[in-house]
């Protein structure tokens, strides 16, 4: 089969959202049909500005088509706009002209499709609020599937949402909470629907399991090794993600987060949190790897790493006792599942429905909704290496039986099942 995904942003850069979805599917899908990526020049949502050059690219293994954004984004006039329709009665027109203002508003994206529509047997929307969504699916809405990411938002009161979910052929969904968004509060009837999600490949199991041991009892700082002792198995190094702590010299507890180190992102009030915590276990540290984006404090406590590749990500996520997932808004919760699929329970923010519903889904994590919360979560976690180790394997047996892209991609086909073939 041949797809064209279309997103209003993509790269290799973009670590969340409906474009970080986009991204994930496609390399997958890639591997089995043939996949054009049909997206716009910019690579910031904050103005749309044209920083890519136009035209075809190849992203890892996936086709790439580029078209120029027409026009910039502009924030007190778009924020002015929403503040209008949000608050009075307002007409459709209103609201494409709100998807208008969001942007990205690319004429030669829509102008390919309209022309070559017919050479692709499903079309792929990601993001229902953007004028590429927008404008596309009425293209061929008989061969369109939408990721409609669905965050609840003044905006979503919106008439039009409901209209694109129904117009489309199927309705592809990231989280639960997103499907139960648009039945019970959209009251929208798409034609077909899946509850698809992103896929966690783990790595194999090894022989040791987590948590068998404190982990200051496992190793000690390569200065006091005796000289008597016997080598560890290199195998059980890595079970244990030894090599990260020795790297960084963690010897002790550790609360690990990994994603963009943001103001927008619950990094904050994380980082508040983790300091009352710290008031009563000094001894702890708090691992933060990702893009650095707002100031962090200097706390002995604080160990910055930076960004790490993927199996060195994975390795992080094996050494912590626990992993934070701070976000509110994180449907794909990816954090948070590659946590789990190696074995390490999570502590996630309560006001993310995504990352709950893992939580509960799997028995693999705790979740707080104020600091005294997340105080008391911290305390069970690192007092109780039976819990730990309970939750964690809990954890993995979840993303080995729902999670893995073999299962992803299996919903994904049905999802694209549901579309009608060309001339149908």
Known sequence: ??????????????????????????????????????TT???????????????????RGVMVRRFAVNQSHDANAFASLSN?????????????????RLGPSAPGLIEHLTRHQRSYDVLVFFSVWHPTTVQGVQIAPDRSVLFPYLQLRPELRFHLWNELLESV????????????????????????????????????????????????????????????????????????????????????????????????????EMLEY?????????????????VKMMKLPEEPYMRMPG?????????????????????????????????????????????????????RGANGGLYYANREEFAEAMRLMMSNARLRQTLGENGRRYIQQHYRWDSVMGRFDRLVGKVRPKGA
């Open 307 to 359: 960004v790490l590749p993927d199996r060195e990500r994975m390795v992080a996520y094996e050494a912590a006792d626990v992993t934070i997932a701070p976000a509110s808004d994180d449907l794909l919760a990816q954090p948070l599942l590659e946590s789990m699929a190696v074995g390490t329970p999570v502590i996630a923010n309560a006001a993310n429905g995504a990352a709950v519903e893992h939580c």
């Open 41 to 59: 020049c910019a690579a910031s949502s904050a103005t749309w500005k044209n920083e890519y050059s136009e035209g075809p690219d190849r992203i």
């Open 84 to 100: 209008r329709l949000v608050t009075w009665p307002h007409s459709r027109a209103d609201e494409i002209e709100w998807t208008r």
């Open 169 to 268: 052929r199927a309705v592809g969904y990231v989280s639960a909470s997103e499907r139960r968004l648009a039945h019970e509060y959209l009251r929208a009837n798409p034609h077909g629907e899946e509850l698809v999600g992103i896929g966690i490949d783990p790595p194999p199991q090894q022989a040791y399991p987590r948590h068998q041991q404190d982990p200051a009892d496992t190793f000690v700082a390569d200065d006091d090794v005796s000289a008597d002792a016997p080598p560890a198995e290199e195998s059980y190094l890595e079970s244990r993600g030894v090599p990260f702590r020795r790297r960084h010299r963690l010897y002790g507890h550790f609360a690990l987060y990994g994603g963009r180190i943001g103001s927008d992102n619950g990094c904050e």
């Open 274 to 290: 983790f300091d009352t915590y710290a008031q009563d276990d000094p001894a702890a540290a708090l691992v933060v790897m990702g």
């Open 1 to 38: 089969m041949r797809f064209a995904f279309i997103s209003p942003r993509y790269g290799a850069d973009i670590s969340t959202g409906a474009e970080h979805a986009c991204r994930l599917l496609a390399q997958q899908v890639s591997e089995r049909h043939d996949v054009e990526v049909l």
